[in-house]
């Protein structure tokens, strides 16, 4: 029985982040949008957060994914007002789900100036 839920719950795989759209709203301010697909069965295996971090891996910005996205696939969601120090020009935007964790697609950008950027 155990394998049988183990394989059912892995068949989802790993969260991957398949775009990112980021504007600069402040000195050091951030909106975010990220793009996330993961084949969410439901509550024991669904994409749950998304991480902003840094080249050293301090996480900067999570946004909680407060519920599976079974029938909403790719789906997006925004996170705004994330601070990022000065020096920092480029972050890593990564998905995490319920049962694999970290390891699907993560996508690097670099920080706007001023204007709106998105990166695939």
Same mark, same amino acid.
């Given at each position: 029985?155990?394998?049988?839920?183990?394989?059912?719950?892995?068949?989802?795989?790993?969260?991957?982040?398949?775009?990112?759209?980021?504007?600069?709203?402040?000195?050091?301010?951030?909106?975010?949008?990220?793009?996330?697909?993961?084949?969410?069965?439901?509550?024991?295996?669904?994409?749950?957060?998304?991480?902003?971090?840094?080249?050293?891996?301090?996480?900067?910005?999570?946004?909680?994914?407060?519920?599976?996205?079974?029938?909403?696939?790719?789906?997006?969601?925004?996170?705004?007002?994330?601070?990022?120090?000065?020096?920092?020009?480029?972050?890593?935007?990564?998905?995490?789900?319920?049962?694999?964790?970290?390891?699907?697609?993560?996508?690097?950008?670099?920080?706007?100036? %001023?204007?709106? %950027? %998105?990166?695939?």
């Amino acid at each position: 029985m155990f394998l049988l839920f183990w394989s059912l719950s892995s068949f989802a795989g790993e969260a991957d982040v398949v775009e990112v759209k980021v504007s600069k709203n402040g000195q050091n301010l951030y909106n975010f949008t990220t793009t996330v697909f993961h084949k969410d069965t439901g509550w024991k295996h669904y994409a749950n957060k998304w991480d902003i971090v840094d080249k050293k891996g301090n996480v900067l910005g999570t946004r909680i994914l407060h519920h599976p996205h079974v029938n909403e696939q790719p789906f997006a969601r925004s996170l705004s007002g994330v601070e990022i120090p000065g020096n920092i020009k480029e972050v890593t935007v990564r998905a995490h789900d319920s049962v694999h964790e970290y390891g699907g697609n993560a996508v690097s950008i670099e920080l706007p100036v %001023q204007h709106s %950027q %998105q990166s695939r």
